[in-house]
């Protein structure tokens, strides 16, 4: 198997590169990747039910009293309040940088000194699998490889795009209204070089196998680091042709198929995710021919689980979940609400009416948040994301005159929708802890994405989350229980069939397992702060099963009783009422 997976990455190689430069190419991969070791491929199930991520900064909380270091800190919040909840630590770059908290790297290689070291990692990781970003598309402007490439130092001086200035880039699609090229002082005088993200971001240049073979050798060295999930961060925008649009290129494809034939060699149970904040169609291009990201993000989600909670109304998340086909064998969605980055609008282009884009943006900018934008190839700007923490977009919807006494149940209900979904779950750190906006933050950094990327003190978050009735203990406890009593259940398998109901706008609902498990589990979601009532034989169908229960609460429900009621914003996760014993989940403890 291995032998075929060699002469894929040589053949991929041959289609990037000139054959002589593909064939230097193919010696140095080859050479790295021994050294690296080829791990024997082991026959082991890729995912299960027991598969969640959080997503966390390696400072997310601090220890501004006894001084230690953040990503010490963030292992001693996780011991004591996630325990094995999830499996799974997505640590956001901790990497040396310049800006954009973290993704401007300076060095692929080490640790920022001010959050840890190497053993830090290590340590983390032998608690939970590890998923790092390889920051694929740029590198700081203050790196060394930026650094040489000023000073004409081979092999440096080629790791970047140069282009005069004159050359008709509008067709290039952006994520930013920032300047596509920016100016650089070198040796040889000024330069400008491609910036899709920021003037500090400067993009690396794949058309040279060099660039290629470097970031591989990246790569290996997270492999050496016990990197379970590898992200390919901006990966969308690797490769870059002039006359073209610089999105989602055949050749960068091609790459990422590259980049798991490496990954499967040495980490065979290992997979690829990629970040690909785009419309729906062209996210899933990434699962390729089953020989691409073994994960993409489920990006349409986070804007449609919003607008429906934010409206009451669920008829666009369920048009929009009833036509989503399932993933090939041995591909999966990474399902999300929110992250360091904000609510992407892309992703609901086709699926949401305009009207309903700038309502939502209308009721977002009335909690606080703000909207970042993209520039169009006409030169106009467009709504790229909304920034906003997402407790704080919960606080009140669009038929309310103010905040009211719903938001955490309101986002309860939005947690578990994304928890009830085919795919595999990923929660921020900030939802679990229900952070409001950090307004302070953005005053502090000028960005608008700092709302949503608060640094915790540790004293002060340890007071509130081992509080009775703050918000962000009713959060975090609940969802720790949610989370623990969802990995016993066959029905949340990642691969385990969804079938999407229409049960009128103000429901979301969905069977898991339907026909396929002896015990299916269906979801149900009250979308609105009213009372509502379902008809459970002929809206549902109950009369399949004797009796039904609510594994989140222990209430049964029987089918000559004709109506269910739902409270505001109840969610019921209803099984057949055999196969779940255990005490109130609501009532159980925390430890």
Not at 219 to 232: N, W
Not at 260 to 283: A, I, S
Request: hydrophobic share 40%.
């Amino acid at each position: 198997m291995s032998q075929m997976i060699f002469e894929r990455i040589k053949h991929r190689l041959e289609k990037l590169y000139p054959l002589e430069s593909a064939k230097d190419a193919y010696q140095e991969l080859n050479r790295l990747i021994q050294i690296c070791g080829v791990e024997p491929e082991l026959e082991v199930e890729r995912w299960n039910q027991e598969d969640v991520v959080l997503i966390s900064y390696a400072d997310s909380i601090i220890d501004s009293e006894q001084g230690h270091q953040p990503l010490q800190v963030l292992r001693e919040f996780l011991q004591e309040y996630v325990k094995d909840a999830v499996n799974t630590i997505h640590l956001l770059p901790f990497f040396p940088f310049s800006s954009d908290d973290g993704f401007s790297v300076i060095d692929f290689v080490k640790v920022e000194p001010d959050f840890g070291d190497w053993p830090d990692i290590q340590a983390i990781s032998a608690d939970y699998q590890l998923m790092v970003d390889l920051v694929i598309n740029h590198i700081s402007r203050e790196s060394l490889w930026f650094t040489d490439y000023k000073a004409d130092v081979p092999p440096f001086n080629r790791f970047f795009i140069e282009v005069d200035g004159r050359e008709d880039v509008t067709m290039v699609v952006r994520p930013r209204n920032s300047p596509l090229l920016v100016p650089a002082y070198t040796h040889r005088g000024r330069k400008m070089v491609w910036a899709t993200f920021s003037a500090d971001q400067i993009d690396l240049n794949f058309e040279n196998p060099a660039v290629l073979v470097k970031m591989i050798e990246v790569l290996l060295f997270y492999v050496k680091q016990k990197t379970h999930i590898l992200r390919l961060d901006a990966i969308a925008f690797l490769w870059k042709k002039l006359g073209t649009n610089c999105i989602h290129l055949p050749e960068t494809h091609e790459v990422v198929k590259l980049i798991r034939d490496v990954f499967e060699l040495v980490n065979p149970n290992g997979m690829v995710l990629t970040e690909t904040n785009v419309p729906h169609n062209e996210n899933l291009s990434y699962f390729g021919q089953q020989d691409e990201a073994h994960l993409v993000y489920q990006f349409s989600l986070a804007p449609l689980v919003l607008h429906a909670l934010y409206r009451g109304d669920g008829a666009y998340l369920t048009q929009w979940a009833q036509q989503l086909k399932p993933p090939a064998q041995g591909c999966n969605f990474l399902n999300f609400t929110a992250s360091h980055d904000g609510i992407g609008l892309r992703p609901v282009e086709g699926i949401l009416p305009q009207r309903e884009i700038e309502d939502l943006i209308t009721g977002m900018h009335r909690q606080g948040g703000y909207i970042s934008m993209r520039t169009r190839p006409d030169g106009s700007e467009s709504p790229y994301e909304i920034n906003i923490a997402l407790f704080s977009a919960f606080r009140e919807t669009a038929n309310s005159q103010g905040p009211d006494q719903w938001q955490v149940d309101r986002f309860i209900n939005s947690q578990l929708i994304m928890l009830s979904l085919q795919g595999i779950p990923a929660i921020y750190i900030h939802s679990l802890l229900a952070t409001e906006n950090d307004q302070t933050g953005v005053e502090r950094t000028g960005r608008t994405r700092s709302i949503n990327r608060k640094k915790w003190d540790k004293t002060y978050l340890k007071a509130l989350l081992d509080g009775q009735n703050t918000a962000n203990s009713q959060v975090l406890n609940r969802l720790i229980h949610v989370l623990k009593r969802r990995k016993k259940h066959k029905a949340f398998h990642p691969d385990t069939s969804q079938k999407v109901l229409d049960l009128g706008t103000g429901f979301f609902a969905v069977w898991r397992g339907l026909g396929e498990l002896d015990f299916p589990l269906l979801s149900i979601f009250n979308l609105t702060s009213e009372v509502k009532e379902l008809d459970i034989q002929h809206e549902i169908g109950f009369e399949s099963a004797e009796g039904w229960v609510n594994i989140l609460d222990h209430e049964h429900y029987e089918p000559q009783n004709q109506l269910l009621v739902l409270q505001p914003y109840q969610v019921l996760w209803l099984m057949p009422d055999n196969v779940d014993n255990v005490s109130p989940l609501w009532a159980m403890s925390t430890s």
